[in-house]
């Protein structure tokens, strides 16, 4: 019969020999990728199970040589986590306890400064000096390292800034933070009117007045007025007073309030109260001599005390 089961081909009624291969080669190709994916699954757990393994031998060997360590250190320093056992007595009974050794870490005072010589053509520096002026310790980079060293070395030092001299003692020189400071204000020095331009010399007074005013008003935080440029924001003014000897000083505001009346003004005139009583009071208190002058009560600083 066709459609019956032929033994001598080994194939299904209605199947000839090209489906067959077909399903053969469909089977193969699903077989393989399967075979593939299984591997590398076993693959990873192989390597995970031999990576968990080789940390547990880590850690295990780690713990015993930090107890082999420890007992090491113990014997050698004649302590024990457990004590220690004094020998027994020569007439028997129970040995007597002997209280347990500590080991403390001590850190060791700091060596007080020594003198040191100053050798000549040595470059600017830090110095600690005497009252005498001869040198004690340095060089030092800066102030504050030399003054750790006085107090750290316990000397009735001062800390000072120049260069050796053969007898010992040093010459004063301007350090960075000087030179840096006296070119800010001689910056500020320059906003000054042109009314200061005939009357700044090395030897008026009022010339000596003028910058311990402006040098104390830089130093609080009050920046002059740019007089001599075109500024707009405005700041403390310096105007000369020659019949006084003094320095007339006054708040400038910004060129918004001051000139186009921003806020009105009321309130120009309230914030130019304000600041001019509050540069007097700074004044004051900075150590100058402060009195008003004419009817607007400007402040009018006439010496230092």
Known sequence: MSRSFSRDRGTFPGRDARTEESLVIMGTMLLWPAATVLGFLLCTAVVVALGAS??????????????????????????HPAG?????????????????QVAVAVRPAQAPARAAVAAPGTAHAWWLVDEAGQVLAGPFDDRIDADWAALAGGLAAVSVHGAPRPDGGIAPRPSPADRAWLAELGDQLDRLPEDWDALLTDT?????LVVEVAAALVE?????????????????????????????VSW???????????????ALEAVQELMDAALADTLAELGFVVQTFGASGVPLVTAVR
């Open 54 to 79: 080789s940390t547990a031998r880590y850690e295990h060997a780690r713990a015993v040589a930090g107890e082999q360590a420890g007992r090491a250190a113990a014997l050698a320093s004649g302590t």
């Open 84 to 100: 220690r056992r004094a020998a027994a007595p020569a007439g028997g009974g129970h040995p007597q306890p002997r209280p347990q």
């Open 204 to 208: 008026d007074p009022l010339t000596t």
């Open 220 to 248: 609080a935080g009050l920046p002059l007025h740019d007089a001599a440029g075109a500024g707009t924001s405005g700041g403390v003014c310096l105007v000369p007073e020659t019949s006084s000897c003094g320095v007339l």
């Open 252 to 266: 400038r505001t910004h060129d918004r309030m001051g000139v186009q009346l921003s806020r009105g003004e009321g």
